[in-house]
């Protein structure tokens, strides 16, 4: 059973920085993509960034292009997105998801595997 816990979240004052971590278990397929999203009160989940596990591939979503980063350590099967510069606008559930593929994706439908969530509120 794969499980996903995402852990980092937090309250922090803007232009401050965070760091959320994905552990992801119970994962047998080696092609995978995992992913962050985020879904603040009253809004639909959207795509923050994505990679590949062979790390070849990254993407990120326009709004955090140039403040967020993303990364995976295979030997501790972790995914890590690092916030810098962050904003009130940020604020919301950040969401850990993996999909089975060597293709990125940025909706939510195409991933098979979430986490539970955690909260982050940038304070001004």
């Known amino acids: 059973q794969v499980q996903l816990v995402e852990r980092g979240g937090g309250l922090v004052q803007a232009g401050g920085s965070l760091r959320l971590s994905c552990e992801a278990s119970g994962i047998i397929f080696s092609n995978r993509i995992m992913a962050w999203f985020r879904q603040a009160p009253g809004q639909e989940r959207e795509f923050v960034a994505a990679i590949t596990w062979s790390r070849d591939n990254i993407l990120y979503g326009e709004d955090v292009k140039g403040r967020f980063t993303i990364s995976a350590d295979k030997a501790q099967s972790t995914a890590y997105l690092q916030m810098n510069n962050l904003k009130p606008e940020d604020t919301a559930v950040y969401y850990c998801?993996?999909?089975?593929?060597?293709?990125?994706?940025?909706?939510?439908?195409?991933?098979?595997?979430w986490g539970q969530g955690t909260q982050v509120t940038v304070s001004t």
């Open positions: 998801a993996v999909r089975q593929s060597s293709t990125i994706a940025m909706t939510t439908p195409l991933y098979e595997y």
